[in-house]
């Protein structure tokens, strides 16, 4: 697939996207259909083997809260996120694996040829985000109006990326391997195959928005970061599993 920010399609790239370059991925993998939820993360608590989520400073924590046992666990710190995933007998995806599953193969944006220009800017395609296909920020207010976040897989399938993952744009920024670099698709260009960024830095990579954002940080090539040890409303985590 081609991995970054084609400025011919998606006129709000930033130079952290860039250059749009050639990315295989040799292995097969599943990655989470949606993002891990409370009740998920609740079970590698109940076996001991995970440290409760953050929940007491804020009402949007959904750690602790009636009713939102199927939202996505927040408040967690990268190390509780891989923690969660390696129990549940997976990993964190790599960031490459993740913009995969939000922008899809060459073969379903209109074959090898030319694919670089036709790669979506969003999960869904190159339709602006509305809140019938995910929780953002609209004029009703943060999660449209909700002021949280939804239960996973609450939007319509049309905001669900090319291969049927919900919330990948939306909901929670989510945890993924890699550290974080501004010049990483720069290096990553020049590897081409399974492309991970292993220069430690205290921040990790985080991607694809949340209930308090808009268009523009909703775009299947944006990227950010936080420090590892950080724990926030609008950051959770999806796992992926090696296949076979």
Not at 125 to 143: E, I, L
Request: net charge negative; with cysteine; aromatic share 12%.
């Amino acid at each position: 697939f081609q991995m970054g920010c084609n400025s011919a399609l998606d006129n709000l790239c930033s130079g952290d996207e860039k250059p749009q370059h050639a990315v295989t991925i040799a292995s097969s993998y599943w990655l989470g259909m949606y993002e891990v939820t409370v009740a998920e993360y609740e079970a590698c608590v109940d076996a001991g083997k995970c440290t409760v989520a953050e929940s007491s400073s804020s009402a949007r924590f959904n750690w602790g809260k009636a009713g939102r046992g199927q939202h996505p666990v927040n408040g967690v710190t990268w190390a509780q996120a891989d923690t969660y995933c390696k129990w549940a007998g997976g990993r964190l995806p790599s960031e490459a694996e993740w913009e995969l599953a939000a922008r899809g193969r060459c073969e379903e944006n209109g074959g090898m040829a030319g694919c670089g220009s036709q790669m979506r800017v969003y999960p869904w395609g190159n339709n602006a985000p509305v809140c019938r296909k995910t929780s953002v920020h609209d004029s009703g207010g943060n999660g449209c109006g909700m002021g949280m976040t939804w239960a996973v897989g609450t939007g319509s399938t049309v905001g669900a990326g090319p291969y049927g993952h919900y919330d990948l744009s939306g909901n929670v920024w989510e945890w993924v391997w890699d550290y974080w670099s501004d010049n990483f698709y720069g290096m990553s260009s020049a590897t081409g195959t399974d492309p991970k960024n292993t220069q430690s830095s205290s921040s990790r990579v985080i991607r694809g928005g949340s209930v308090d954002d808009s268009a523009s940080l909703l775009r299947a090539g944006i990227r950010y970061h936080a420090t590892a040890s950080f724990a926030d409303v609008v950051i959770g985590f999806r796992c992926v599993r090696s296949y076979p």
